[in-house]
């Protein structure tokens, strides 16, 4: 998921190098919503799984 996220940050400023600010702009929202959702799962799964 970390993978999706650095991608759409790449196309993110790709696209805002090339002055497609709407196209940057949805992809910077895509990989900072994904980003978060990685740091939710990162520490639900270091809770969880410590408790093993």
Known sequence: ???WTLLFLV???VAA???FS???GTAAWIAQ???VLFI???LASLIF???R
């Open 11 to 13: 196309v993110a400023i």
């Open 40 to 42: 939710i799962l990162f």
């Open 49 to 51: 799984g410590s408790k």
């Open 33 to 35: 919503v994904l980003f």
């Open 1 to 3: 998921m970390l993978s």
């Open 22 to 24: 709407g196209i940057a």
């Open 17 to 19: 190098a090339l002055g």
